[in-house]
């Protein structure tokens, strides 16, 4: 949407935080606490939630309670959205979830008899849980700590304290907050310096606190590392597994690179050996997924996992995208200037001949009248447009004559003036 590069590039990475997270659960979901695949995972469903191909599981759910929270660009600062946040996981299990995790179910069942505003209450709860057994450093906080590392792109100690009040709400155990600064933090660099660096955010820490988890990434770093990282219910160990699974893989880079087969591997690598490590599979590959959706954003997402992923509430790879894109932007800008997307709301730059363009991001899901996903392109030489199946088989008519859709409604495309393909808005 936007005419400035770095930001489009900056939003891309932001879109491909949740959309990264949902692509590892998905995959890790048929494989959790059972055996892990010797070679590459598959999206085939199952495991433990009797999901769906290509569904996600709680991680994701969680963090888009988190997410249609932090999309409204307000940062995580006030006691309101976090009640919020509280609020939303609550009724999320009053829905009966595919899966919650033992300590977060704990948490949220005491929670419910307790007086107070949901924050107060949830805390409150995981406080004496974790006063009355001493361990709840569960990795719960930590699967759903993605998106948070969006809420404050310009604001490092605002991302910090975002990511230990979100953790806090179930996880009382310093740890888990700790390992939620550290994974939000890294986030906020891959976002806006396209750099790995889990190591980032060890200042965030409290000064005795930081040799600890230097020594734990220095040990997740090692091809075999002394932790056992299957044992990766335990939220020190599920960040060392994802961390293990990102750093070890051959197409990894910390900084900048322009090698294609590093950008275009990295994430599928990461994500597959993330899956291989056993355990809390979903649970791993998720984590790990938002980190490297952080680094490369969503053009490096492979699209068939893209495609294929979704889950509660209802929701599909084009929304997560979006939580995460407007979550970072908002955060960013108080006041929407220029035109938004027709169906996102991201904005950009005003275009005058376009005033209801739908962003880059919006248009990779146009579909036939069907649901089958297009790929639209410029014809150069006849000036035109064309689209085409995943498969290269041409396009149904309809979707030929420019009549498309996204999530069911329907769009108009056509060979844009400043080349490409536009999408815009139909009247009713
Ligand atoms: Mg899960």
Not at 59 to 84: H, K, N, P, Y
Not at 333 to 359: L, M, N, S, W
Request: glycine residues 10%; proline residues 5%; hydrophobic residues 40%.
């Amino acid at each position: 949407m936007s005419s400035d590069p770095i930001l489009f590039a900056l939003l891309d990475r932001a879109s491909g935080v949740l959309l990264g997270q949902a692509c590892g659960d998905a995959l890790g979901v048929p494989y959790e606490f059972s055996w892990p695949p010797e070679g590459d995972a598959e999206m085939r469903g199952g495991g433990r939630g009797s999901y769906a191909p290509g569904e996600w599981s709680d991680d994701t759910q969680m963090a888009i309670c988190i997410a249609r929270v932090s999309e409204r660009g307000g940062g995580l600062r006030t006691t309101a959205e976090l009640d919020e946040i509280a609020a939303a996981f609550e009724d999320w299990f009053a829905s009966g979830p595919t899966g919650v995790g033992t300590q977060t179910a704990t948490v949220l069942r005491a929670a419910a008899q307790l007086e107070g505003s949901p924050s107060q209450r949830l805390t409150a709860a995981a406080r004496a849980l974790h006063e009355e057994t001493g361990r709840t450093a569960g990795n719960g906080a930590l699967m759903r700590t993605g998106v948070v590392g969006l809420v404050a792109l310009d604001d490092r100690e605002a991302t910090a304290r975002a990511a230990t009040a979100v953790a806090q709400l179930t996880h009382a155990d310093p740890l888990a907050a700790e390992s939620c600064v550290l994974w939000s933090e890294a986030i906020r660099v891959a976002v806006t310096e396209s750099r790995l660096d889990v190591r980032a955010g060890l200042d965030l820490l409290e000064p005795d606190r930081r040799d600890a988890w230097e020594a734990w990434i220095t040990d997740a770093e090692k091809e075999v590392p002394d932790a056992d990282l299957r044992t990766n219910g335990f939220t020190v160990t599920a960040l060392q597994a994802a961390w293990h699974a990102i750093y070890l893989s051959p197409y990894f880079s910390p900084g900048l690179t322009t090698e294609y087969d590093h950008m275009v591997s990295h994430l599928p690598d990461a994500l597959h050996r993330a899956v291989r490590i056993g355990g809390a599979t979903d649970t791993v590959a998720a984590v790990a997924g938002a980190l490297l959706g952080a680094r490369h954003g969503t053009q490096y997402i492979p699209p068939e996992w893209a495609r294929a992923v979704h889950g509660w509430p209802g929701m599909r790879g084009i929304d997560v995208s979006r939580l995460g894109r407007l979550t970072a932007q908002r955060g960013l800008h108080a006041a929407p200037t220029g035109q938004t997307c027709p169906v996102c709301g991201v904005y950009g730059k005003h275009i005058e001949r376009y005033p209801d363009f739908v962003c880059s991001w919006c248009a990779a899901w146009v579909t036939d009248e069907d649901g089958r996903y297009v790929w639209l392109s410029n014809t150069s030489f006849s000036g035109g447009f064309d689209a085409h199946y995943a498969d290269g088989k041409p396009a149904s008519d309809l979707a030929r004559s420019g009549k498309v859709f996204i999530a069911g409604q329907p769009f108009r495309a056509s060979e844009a003036r400043f080349g490409g393909v536009v999408v815009e808005a139909v009247a009713e």
